[in-house]
T-cell receptor
Framework: DVKVTQSSRYLVKRTGEKVFLECVQDMDHENMFWYRQDPGLGLRLIYFSYDVKMKEKGDIPEGYSVSREKKERFSLILESASTNQTSMYLC????????????????FGDGTRLSIL | KQEVTQIPAALSVPEGENLVLNCSFTDSAIYNLQWFRQDPGKGLTSLLLIQSSQREQTSGRLNASLDKSSGRSTLYIAASQPGDSATYLCAVYPDSWGKLQFGAGTQVVVTP
């Protein structure tokens, strides 16, 4: 079974702090993703990475950056945390292989509930 | 830009009734569609994945249909139980990158 592990289930930080959220997968997946989830808005894609050191912006990248130095690890960085970044953050991974009609399913971690005070 | 809509936002049914959850998407050029379940404060559990070439998928009491041309998917849960109470999320894979575009979810309560 695919295992996607997020380092913290709950995290409390202060405004202005630099915050790191870590995600590790154990299935040699090329793709990794970061989403945030807010009530009424569903999950929205922040960043994704399709290979080591490669990254692409998602729908809401402002205020965030990412790092992927090793294939199994994808970090989300809040450069200067603000209260509007209080949210549930979910990491996912998938294989990159795709056909003309299908892509590989994503596998999700349990999420990190981040509170910025 | 692809948009995914789930109606209703919330649903309450008595135990034993069949559940029907709706999902619509604006661009029919999708790769896969996936239904997830989420319990309060928890991560996502994948329920069913339908490839774009398929019309439906079944697993136990769950059945999901896909009509790409009309931009719709329906999740049926037969003979609902209180343990089915959760939020159900519909998501599409809009391109070959493998990204997901989510609906906002339907919150389901099954009363004993």
């Amino acid at each position: 079974d695919v295992k996607v592990t997020q380092s913290s289930r709950y995290l409390v930080k202060r405004t202005g702090e630099k915050v790191f959220l870590e995600c590790v997968q154990d299935m040699d997946h090329e793709n990794m993703f970061w989403y945030r989830q807010d009530p009424g808005l569903g999950l929205r894609l922040i960043y994704f990475s399709y290979d080591v050191k490669m990254k692409e912006k998602g729908d809401i990248p402002e205020g965030y950056s990412v790092s992927r130095e090793k294939k199994e690890r994808f970090s989300l960085i809040l450069e200067s945390a603000s209260t509007n970044q209080t949210s549930m953050y979910l990491c996912a991974s998938s294989l990159v292989f795709a056909t003309s009609t299908s892509v590989q399913p994503q596998h999700f971690g349990d999420g990190t509930r981040l509170s910025i005070l | 830009k692809q948009e995914v809509t789930q109606i209703p936002a919330a649903l309450s049914v008595p135990e034993g009734e069949n559940l029907v959850l709706n999902c619509s998407f604006t661009d029919s050029a999708i790769y896969n569609l996936q239904w997830f379940r989420q319990d309060p404060g928890k991560g996502l559990t994948s329920l069913l994945l339908i490839q774009s070439s398929q019309r439906e998928q079944t697993s136990g009491r769950l059945n999901a249909s896909l009509d790409k041309s009309s931009g719709r998917s329906t999740l049926y849960i037969a003979a609902s139980q209180p343990g089915d109470s959760a939020t159900y999320l519909c998501a599409v894979y809009p391109d070959s990158w493998g990204k997901l575009q989510f609906g906002a979810g339907t919150q389901v309560v099954v009363t004993p």
